[in-house]
């Protein structure tokens, strides 16, 4: 599958077959991809926690406040995104640019991983709704959490949904300098 193909099945699955645990070869390349994601200065300002079998099932209760997120429960594994600090480099350049390097390559981040869960058959959900204390507290985290993505399998029959996206015109504005 092409990139363009990945982007076009990409979607946020929330029916997870909850029968089918998440192979170890395909967790092992999603996070090695993770891994070579840019960021800046190449600093990676964030750490990963995987969350799998019993300890997923303490997780998705941090991200069902006010009924949000009811399909967490069939989740069979997160990864917890979750703040470090800059490298000096980084942090100068954000204090001098006034830009949130680190919230930047969190989402680029999370935008390799679930491309990689993609192409290894598996469904993904970004999650903003998430009990930050908690899960720091089960994760022993020291920084605060940024986004906890949902991993699996999609249940069997789980249909690819038409994507609702802004048209070009709207998103792409073009300057011809001369």
């Known amino acids: 599958m092409d990139f363009f193909e990945l ?9 997870y077959d909850p029968t089918r645990p998440v192979e170890r070869e395909k967790l092992d390349r ?20 995987l969350c799998q079998g019993k300890f997923a099932k303490k997780i998705a209760p941090c991200v069902q406040g006010l009924g949000m997120n009811k399909f967490a429960d069939d989740v069979p594994v997160f990864l917890v995104l979750s703040e470090k600090p800059y490298v000096k480099s980084a ?43 908690k899960i720091c507290k089960l994760c022993n985290l020291d920084g605060a959490v940024r986004l906890v993505i949902a991993l699996g399998y999609a249940r069997e029959g789980d249909p690819l949904r038409p994507k609702k996206r802004k048209d070009l015109t709207e998103l792409v504005h073009e300057e011809k300098g001369e």
């Open 30 to 49: 999603i996070l090695q991809v993770g891994r070579l994601a840019p960021s800046a200065c190449n600093g990676q300002p964030y750490h990963i926690t």
């Open 91 to 133: 942090a100068l350049g954000a204090k001098f640019k006034g830009n949130d390097y680190r919230s930047l390559d969190i989402g680029i981040l999370s935008a390799y991983l679930t491309a990689q869960a993609t192409e290894e058959g598996l469904g993904s959900c970004i999650l903003g709704w998430f009990d930050n204390e």
């Open 7 to 15: 982007a076009q099945t990409r979607q946020s699955c929330r029916k």
